[in-house]
Structures are given as C-alpha cells and as structure tokens.
C-alpha cells in the first residue's frame, strides 16, 4: 500500500509564491513518475506538471515558465515551486504518482487559493 502525503496549499496574493510538497510513502517500490493535477471549482481536473524518475518533466501551457517541478527519488518526493500565481491557479491540488508494478496513485489534495 502506497500513500501519498501532501504539505498545505495556502492562501496567497496574486504575484507571490508557494512551495507544494508531497511524499510517497508506504511498502517498498519505486516511482515511474510523480507529479501534480488540480481542479477548479465546476471544472474538470487537469494536469500541472510531471516529473519522470529520470527527470523528465512536463508542463501545462497555463504553468510554463512559473511553475518549476522538480523531485527526489531517495526520498520518493515531488515539489511544485509555483510563481508569479493568477487568481486562475485557484483550485485543489492533488500529487499523483505512477509507482512501478503497482499503477497510479493520488493524494487527497490541497486548496490553493489566490486572491486578486
């Protein structure tokens, strides 16, 4: 059994910045990928970015070039650097993880809320 533990989202000025978190932990494996979605309020849920355990990222064209996803795999942990935040970046956030044999797994989520 995996679980994914993600840090608090927060409430933000828009312009500013916060830092996401989240950890795999549980029986042994090994993570594919992990990365993070969100879902706005009467929307569908999307993806953020995505980071490959060799490092590979990608990145919604809403995010590129404010959000910076990056991760450890020793520590099976994936961050989520968010700039220069929108009121649009509102939503919950949730980390997803690709675990090797096992399949996809996510985390409860964390609210973001940007304020104009």
């Known amino acids: 059994q995996v679980q994914l533990v993600e840090s608090e989202g927060g409430l933000v000025q828009a312009g500013g910045s916060l830092r996401l978190s989240c950890t795999a932990s549980?029986?042994?494996?090994?993570?594919?990928?992990m990365g993070w979605y969100r879902q706005a309020p009467g929307k569908q849920r999307e993806l953020v970015a995505t980071?490959?355990?060799?490092?590979?990222?990608n990145y919604a064209d809403s995010v590129k070039g404010r959000f910076t996803i990056s991760g450890d795999n020793a520590k099976n942990t994936v961050y989520l650097e968010m700039n220069s935040l929108k009121p649009e970046d509102t939503a919950d956030y949730y980390c997803?993880?690709?675990?090797?044999?096992?399949?996809?797994?996510w985390g409860q989520g964390t609210q973001v809320i940007v304020s104009s």
């Open positions: 997803w993880a690709d675990i090797n044999l096992w399949g996809t797994y």
């Open positions: 980071i490959t355990s060799g490092g590979s990222t």
């Open positions: 549980g029986s042994t494996f090994s993570c594919n990928a």
